[in-house]
């Protein structure tokens, strides 16, 4: 019903038809070549040519089936830089999601200069990663870096302590810069959705003599929840798309490698090209698969309610 | 229960100053190490507040009296870096806004074959990451020539910047009235004259949200460049990190092009946050 009204309307608006239809082709042709030749054909590209040997040092591409599928499980670097993956996505979400939230309810009570401090919170988010990188390498730097001197300042014996040389400190340190960078976004969603809800709900709950924590509990927490599940999506697939900051402070270190450089050393390095294709077409359906994970659960509780 | 309150709002403020603290912490030691002489890298304790002050680490990069401070010339590499990152920059984002536009355009009020699945198809290419593409794209950019310059890069910028921008902006059309468009289409005015004269002047805030993504994000770019512009068109981005190098990390040149790298970035969020802002709210609902 809906659509035959539509068409109908759709058919009084657009007067000379066929000059409207010819006129969107061709204002649709530049994104559908673009898109075509640098996506598609790409994409259907990977998925064809991670069936076949694809090696710029072999002759010949045979087809190989799914053998780079099952070579991935028995792959030591593979497994190990899936593990790091795991690590910084789980790490990640939850602390951008926690202290996200906590910063939007903060930023939500400053009356005066809001905008200042949001602009100053974003500021991160927008810089180059791999800018991000080098300030925080010269940050965690032994001698002279500002972590250790602060530790120092306060009598702890980090003078010359290196971060990068054991694992768990080298994730956290890597971990905490991409943090640094993506905890914006999450503040931003969060707290858009929190300026939405009407303040008459928080009256009618002070006349009840509610305290604000439980007004945090009954009243924000179930509003902003689909901005979280958003906003967790957003940071799941960027810490899958983990490579810049990890590049830069720590190499190709294995102890900190997510499976991006994993990838990037296979292909671009080592030239198994089809290795890399297969490998990246996993990582894009995990991090698929994870991201619809929350969007479900989402969607099942705001049902519910 | 105004004790309570105070006590409230220093807490607030308090949570405040963390955040800002976190923020801009990093940001205030890169510009303090910028300006910080070489030689009291090696002070302990370190300074927290730079006590002594000198441009020479601008000067090295920018190649201003560099007779005086030793002679090395960064400044050929630099200058040259930071020239590609704005044409690159500023070429895709020109480009991904002016056909997201014409496009975001058709799709929302022209209706013609295949309108609703190639919309789909182009944003639904928002959920795959970039390097789902990266190797055969890397194979086709080498049998075009196209690795290593201009029209390359920014054709992958686009590519993949294209989607955001199209959402974004048909979102911005949709929200516009039609009733607008209907009179100026009875008293005669054709599409393109309703396109380029009433809808792009209205749709200006979308289209400045699209811009400021698109060029933050191209401007940002590592891993691409790093693989399609090893050398001539080489950006800040992977130019940076080259002073790096295994036996010796130049903090005072890192720094100070961090400073200068962070100069555009800093700017857009400091005039255009509002644009910045909806632009990604609305590219992150999606």
Redesign the interface.
Known sequence: MTTVAAMAS?RK???G?N???????L??T???L??A???????I??MW?SLHRINPMQPGTPFIGLAKYTNMLSDGDVNASWINTLIYVVIAVAVETVAGV??AA??N??KVGR?W????????W??????????????Y?P????LN?IL??FGLPF?NHVWFNDRTSAIAAVVTVHI?RML??TI??VL?AMQSIPNELYEAAKIDGAS?TSMFGSITLPLIRSAIA??MT?GT?AA??F??EA??LAGPSLDTRPI?IQ??LE??QNLH?SY??AL??V??IV??LV?LVYVVRVYRNTRLD | MQQQSLA?RIM?WL??AV??V???G??Y??LA?AITPTVD??S???H?VPIHFTLDHFERLLGINVDRIGGVEVWAQFRAALFNSIVAALASTIVCVA??A??G???T?????G?RV?FI??VA?L??????????????MTSLHMVDTFLGVT??Y??AF??LS?WLLKSVFESLP?SIE?AA?LDGAS??YILFRIVLPLAAPGLTAAAILTF?GA?????VPL?FSPTQTKP???L??E??TKNF?D?GL??AA?SI??II??L???FL?RY??SG??AG??K
């Open positions: 759709e608006r657009s007067i038809g000059s409207d239809a010819f006129l969107g082709v204002l649709i530049p994104i559908v673009v898109m030749a640098l996506v598609f054909f790409p994409l590209d990977t040519d906590a910063g903060l930023i009570q400053v905008q401090v949001l602009a100053a919170v974003i500021l991160p927008a810089l180059p990663g791999v800018v991000n990188a080098t300030i925080w390498l010269w940050i730097q001698g002279a870096g500002l001197g120092t300042a003078e640094w914006p976004l931003v969603i858009a604000r958003i906003a957003n697939v899958f798309n490579f810049d590049w830069v991006l990838i990037y292909a671009f090209f890399g294709m990246s077409l990582v894009t991090s698929l991201s | 409230f607030i949570g405040v955040l800002l976190w923020s801009l990093p940001i030691w890169t190490s890298f090696s302990r304790p370190i927290f056909i997201a014409l496009g355009y058709a799709f009020r022209l209706s013609f074959p309108r190639i198809a182009v290419t959920a795959i990451p970039g390097y789902a593409v990266l190797i055969p794209l890397y194979r086709l054709l992958i686009v590519s294209l989607p199209l039609i209907e289409q599409r393109l933050l401007w940002g770019q590592y891993a693989i800040l981005t992977v940076i990190p002073f790096a990390i903090y890192i720094t961090g790298a962070i970035p800093a857009v969020v400091i946050n910045l802002i990604l709210l992150s609902a």
